[in-house]
Nanobody, 131 residues
Framework: QVQLAESGGGLVQAGDSLRLSCAGSARIFERYIMAWFRQAPGKEREFVAAINWSGSNTLYADSAKDRFAISRDNAKNTAYLQMNRLKVEDTAIYFC????????????????????????WGQGTQVTVSS
């Protein structure tokens, strides 16, 4: 069983930055692919970014490329999402997720974009970007 807890959300203005953190309880944290998803009001949950076991490979949604950066510190059992140049349309609840179903040794496959691959989820943290 893995427990995840996000933090770092808040209310910011367009163009600002935020860093989200996701603390995990897994005894073998480094064997889980970590990912961030988000859900805006009235919309389905969507993939944002994922990172492999070692942190050497990442995958981003088009909306997050060049603005967001996912990282992890396995010694601290924590994953991060650095969000820069935030836009109003980034407003959503952000969830971190962990998966042991996908091989996370090397290059990530597109399967990491599928929320059904993740058995463990945090409670979410609200990010609100005002204009």
């Amino acid at each position: 069983q893995v427990q995840l807890a996000e933090s770092g959300g808040g209310l910011v203005q367009a163009g600002d930055s935020l860093r989200l953190s996701c603390a995990g309880s897994a005894r073998i944290f480094e064997r889980y692919i970590m990912a961030w998803f988000r859900q805006a009001p009235g919309k389905e949950r969507e993939f944002v970014a994922a990172i492999n076991w070692s942190g050497s490979n990442t995958l981003y949604a088009d909306s997050a490329k060049d603005r967001f950066a996912i990282s992890r510190d396995n010694a601290k059992n924590t994953a991060y999402l650095q969000m820069n140049r935030l836009k109003v349309e980034d407003t959503a609840i952000y969830f971190c997720a962990a998966s042991s179903r996908i091989n996370g040794l090397g290059v990530l496959s597109m399967a990491v974009m599928d929320a059904r691959q993740y058995a463990y989820w945090g409670q979410g943290t609200q990010v609100t970007v005002s204009s």
